[in-house]
């Protein structure tokens, strides 16, 4: 069992930064991938990153590449989400979420934080 909170959402303007966390909880956190996920009003939601959980490997989507960054702590039970240069476009709900294996898949990841509003103003 893992239950996720998201924090660290709120209101940018274009170009600033912002650091997303997930806390994880249930004593199982090393075993698991985590990912993030995004949805805008109207849009299904859509993978943005992902990292193992040994060897810390990551994926991310194109359109966040290089921009954002992300990241785990296991000792203190926690992923982050570093967000640099954004964009209005990067305006959604961010959501983290942790399952067996690293996937940019949403059946994949067997648990889901309620979310956090990020969004980006011209």
């Known amino acids: 069992q893992v239950q996720l909170v998201e924090s660290g959402g709120g209101l940018v303007q274009a170009g600033g930064s912002l650091r997303l966390s997930c806390a994880a909880s249930?004593?199982?956190?090393?075993?698991?991938?985590m990912g993030w996920f995004r949805q805008a009003p109207g849009k299904e939601r859509e993978f943005v990153a992902t990292?193992?959980?040994?060897?810390?490997?990551?994926y991310y989507a194109d359109s966040v590449k290089g921009r954002f960054t992300i990241s785990r702590d296991n000792a203190k039970n926690t992923l982050y989400l570093q967000l640099n240069s954004l964009k209005p476009e990067d305006t959604a709900i961010y959501y983290c979420?942790?399952?067996?294996?690293?996937?940019?898949?949403?059946?994949?990841?067997?648990?889901w934080g309620q979310g956090t509003q990020v969004t980006v103003s011209s």
């Open positions: 990292i193992s959980w040994n060897f810390g490997s990551t």
């Open positions: 249930g004593h199982t956190f090393r075993m698991y991938a």
């Open positions: 979420a942790a399952g067996p294996v690293l996937s940019t898949l949403r059946r994949d990841y067997n648990y």
